[in-house]
Nanobody, 114 residues
Framework: QVQLVESGGGLVQPGGSLRLSCQAS????????MAWYRQAPGKGREFVAN????????NYDDSVKGRFSISRDAAKNMVYLQMNNLKAEDTAVYYC???????WGQGIQVTVSS
């Protein structure tokens, strides 16, 4: 079955960086677009970024454009989210998603605080 497992979250100071990873298994990874979403306290889940199946194109929410970068490694079945210049408002639980079939990871906490 489809499994998505996030890692790499934690506490970081404003202006700092983190890289989230998502290990995918149970499907032919290179055939599917992948995405990252997040949910801040008291808010709904929102789109962060996505990347098409072959890694040749990506899209970002305006709030993270220029600071975050999504990438994928087909050999390792991994999706990454490099987050730079983090702000307090980036604090959220971050989720990896395979949009086709609405498959989600369990989520991982990112806290940006001094």
């Amino acid at each position: 079955q489809v499994q998505l497992v996030e890692s790499g979250g934690g506490l970081v100071q404003p202006g700092g960086s983190l890289r989230l990873s998502c290990q995918a298994s149970g499907f032919s990874f290179s055939d599917y677009d992948m995405a990252w979403y997040r949910q801040a306290p008291g808010k709904g889940r929102e789109f962060v970024a996505n990347i098409i199946f072959n890694g040749q194109s990506a899209n970002y929410d305006d709030s993270v454009k220029g600071r975050f970068s999504i990438s994928r490694d087909a050999a390792k079945n991994m999706v990454y989210l490099q987050m730079n210049n983090l702000k307090a408002e980036d604090t959220a639980v971050y989720y990896c998603k395979r949009p086709v079939g609405e498959h989600w990871g369990q989520g991982i906490q990112v806290t940006v605080s001094s």
